[in-house]
C-alpha cells in the first residue's frame, strides 16, 4: 500500500524527535541515533532555515514524521490540503511513516492546537474508523494513531481506552504509536491500569513507542515532555518491550530543551533495557 | 452529548475561556480533577500555546514592554481572536492592529505610539522568514510577448520580500532593541520605510526610498506595465528584478 516513497529506509531502534535546537550539532557531530523523528506541522512552511537542513539530515538518518494538524477525531470535513502537504513532505524527507494523535484539536473553524480528548464510545469509534480510513486513503499509507494523554473522562465513555484503540486499528486497519508516559500520565490523572494496559496491547500493530517525561502540578500531571523519563515509565515501557522487543523507540522533549547529551544519555537508558530484555528471552 | 455537539461546545469554551453549564454535566470527576478543573486546564493549555506564538513572533515588542506586561496584552487579544489557521505560524496576523488601539487606549501606552507599526515590522520578518524563496525572473519568456501583451503585464513580488511605510523609525527602533543590552536609549525622529528580503537563509532589513515604496504599492496592488510607466516607475524595476524582488509577471 505504501506510496511515500520506494526507497523508504527501515526503522530500527531508538532515536529523538528532532527539534531545531538540536539540528546544527547533529549535522555537524552525527551522533550514533538510529532514526529522528520529524514534527511534521513545523516544517510545513514553503521556505525558511528547516528546508535546506532537513535535506541534509534525511542524508543521515532515517525519518518519519509525527503529526499534530490532522484533527483525526474532529467532526469537521477532513483537511485534505493538509494531508497532501504532510505526503510531499513525506517524500521529500523520505520518510518511513506518518503518525498522528487519536484526538481532535478543531471545530467550527477554531483551531486549538493542543490535543484534545474524546469519549470513547460506540459513536466515536465508528467516526475515527472512517476518519482513520480516509486518512490513509489520502496519505496512500497505513498510518500509526497514537494514545493521548488526558485531562477530562467523559460519562458517555463506555469503552476503556484500551479497548477503544484496540477495536479502532483493528477496524480501521491501521498501526499504533505507543506513548508510554501519556499511559502513566493518564493512569495518575484517572486511574488507568498502565499494566494492564500494555498487557492488552495488540502489540503486532504496535509499531513505533514514545517516551517522554511528565511535570507535576498542584493535583495532577500535565504531559508537558519538559523532563526526563520517569522511573515508573520506564519500567511500563520494559514491560512493553517484554512482549516485543524490536519495536522502535523514541525520545520525545518538547519544551524546556536540554543539551543533545541529555537525549543522548536517554537513548542509552531505552538501548540498554532492550539489550537487557533479549538477553534475558535468548 | 452527541460527539459533534460536544467538539463544538468544546472548543466555544477554549476560545471564549468560558465553561458551559450543560458541558459539565457531561465530565465525571476523578479523585483529583473536578470537571471545572478539567476544562481549566486545556483552556490553559490552549492559552499558553498562542502566548509563546505570540512572544516568538514579536521578540522586539516583548523586550520593549516587558514579558509580563507582553503576556497580558497577548492574553487580551487571544481572548477575542480564537485561532482560525491549522498552521500555528499563520496566527498573530492581527496583532498589530490590536497593539495600535491599545496605544490609543491605554494611558501607559500612549508614549509607544510607534509600537503597532513595530508589530506590523515583525509579522512581515516572520512572513519572510516562512516564505518560499526567490524564483529568478525568466526574462527570456517576457521577451516573447509581444509589445501589446508587455504593456498589459502584471508583476509579481517574491514571496520572500515584504515592504512598509511607517510614520516611525520603526527599522532604527527594531535594530536598537533585536540586540538589546539593556541601556537607556533615546528613539530617533525620522519616519522611516523598510524593506524586508530573503536571500537563501539570510534576511536583510533596510531603508527604501519614498519612490521605490510607491512604485512597490503599485505593483502590489496589481498594476500593470502600462500604468507604472504612466506613474512614472518604471525606471525602478530593472533593479527590483536584479535583488529579486520581482520573481514573475502574469
Redesign the interface.
Known amino acids: 500500500m505504501s506510496v511515500l516513497a520506494s526507497n523508504v529506509r527501515p526503522i530500527s531502534g531508538v532515536g529523538i524527535g528532532l527539534r531545531s535546537q538540536h539540528i546544527h550539532e547533529i549535522l555537524t557531530t552525527l551522533p550514533d541515533l538510529d532514526w529522528l523523528e520529524l514534527l511534521a506541522?513545523n516544517h510545513?512552511?514553503?521556505?525558511?532555515?528547516s528546508v535546506?537542513q532537513l535535506d541534509s539530515i534525511s542524508k543521515h538518518y532515517p525519518l518519519t514524521l509525527h503529526c499534530v494538524?490532522m484533527?483525526l477525531a474532529?467532526?469537521e470535513p477532513l483537511?485534505l490540503e493538509?494531508c497532501q502537504r504532510i505526503k510531499r513532505l513525506a517524500k521529500r524527507v523520505n520518510a518511513s511513516w506518518i503518525s498522528e494523535h487519536l484526538c481532535?484539536s478543531?471545530?467550527?473553524?477554531?483551531?486549538?492546537?493542543?490535543l484534545?480528548p474524546?469519549?470513547y464510545n460506540k459513536?466515536?469509534l465508528a467516526?475515527c474508523v472512517q476518519r482513520v480510513q480516509q486518512i490513509q486513503e489520502a496519505l496512500g499509507d497505513r498510518l500509526l494513531v497514537e494514545n493521548v494523554s488526558s485531562?477530562?473522562?467523559?460519562?458517555?465513555s463506555d469503552m476503556s481506552e484500551i479497548s477503544f484503540i484496540s477495536a479502532l486499528a483493528e477496524q480501521a486497519d491501521c498501526d499504533l504509536l505507543i506513548d508510554v508516559n501519556n499511559i502513566y500520565v493518564n493512569q495518575l490523572?484517572?486511574?488507568l491500569d498502565g499494566k494492564a494496559y500494555i498487557d492488552h496491547l495488540p502489540v503486532e500493530r504496535v509499531r513505533e513507542i514514545h517516551l517522554a517525561g511528565y511535570q507535576q502540578q498542584e493535583?495532577?500531571v500535565?504531559d508537558a515532555h519538559n523532563n526526563p523519563v520517569s522511573e515508573p515509565v520506564w519500567a511500563l515501557y520494559q514491560r512493553l518491550i517484554e512482549r516485543q522487543p524490536n519495536i522502535p523507540t523514541l525520545i520525545e522533549w518538547d519544551n524546556d530543551i536540554p543539551p543533545l547529551q541529555v537525549l543522548l544519555d536517554e537513548v542509552k537508558k531505552a538501548r540498554q533495557i532492550i539489550q537487557r530484555v533479549k538477553e534475558a528471552q535468548a | 452529548m452527541k460527539l459533534q455537539t460536544m467538539q463544538e461546545v468544546f472548543i466555544k469554551q477554549l476560545s471564549q475561556f468560558e465553561s458551559d453549564a450543560t458541558f459539565l454535566t457531561q465530565l465525571t470527576s476523578t479523585s483529583s480533577l473536578q470537571p471545572e478543573q478539567q476544562i481549566e486546564i486545556y483552556q490553559n493549555n490552549v492559552r499558553g500555546a498562542l502566548q509563546s506564538c505570540l512572544a516568538q513572533i514579536y521578540p522586539v515588542c516583548c523586550t520593549i514592554l516587558g514579558e509580563q506586561y507582553f503576556k497580558q496584552l497577548a492574553k487580551g487579544y487571544i481572548q477575542h481572536h480564537p485561532s482560525r489557521h491549522s498552521d500555528l505560524n499563520g496566527y498573530g496576523e492581527s496583532f498589530s492592529a490590536f497593539i495600535s488601539e491599545q496605544c490609543q487606549q491605554r494611558t501607559e501606552l500612549f508614549e509607544f505610539s510607534y509600537l503597532g507599526d513595530l508589530v506590523q515590522l515583525e509579522w512581515l520578518y516572520h512572513a519572510v522568514y516562512y516564505a518560499a524563496s526567490a524564483s529568478l525572473f525568466d526574462f527570456d519568456a517576457f521577451a516573447k510577448l509581444s509589445a501589446s501583451q508587455q504593456e498589459n503585464s502584471v508583476f509579481q513580488l517574491a514571496p520572500c520580500f515584504q515592504f512598509m511605510a511607517s510614520d516611525f523609525p520603526v527599522l532604527s527602533i527594531w535594530q536598537l532593541n533585536r540586540s538589546a543590552t539593556g541601556e537607556q536609549r533615546s528613539v530617533p525622529n525620522n519616519a522611516e520605510k523598510v524593506g524586508i528580503f530573503r536571500h537563501e537563509n539570510q534576511i536583510s532589513l533596510f531603508e527604501i526610498e519614498p519612490l521605490e515604496v510607491d512604485a512597490l504599492s503599485l505593483i502590489q496592488s496589481g498594476v500593470s506595465l502600462q500604468t507604472l510607466v504612466q506613474s512614472g516607475v518604471d525606471h525602478l524595476l530593472p533593479t527590483f528584478i536584479q535583488k529579486g524582488w520581482i520573481v514573475g509577471f502574469g
Open positions: 506541522d510545513l512552511a514553503e521556505g525558511g532555515q535546506d494538524g484533527s474532529s467532526v483537511d493538509y481532535f478543531a471545530a467550527l473553524g477554531v483551531y486549538s492546537h493542543d484534545l474524546i469519549p459513536e466515536t467516526h485531562y477530562m473522562t467523559f460519562k458517555n490523572n484517572h486511574g493535583n495532577f500535565l
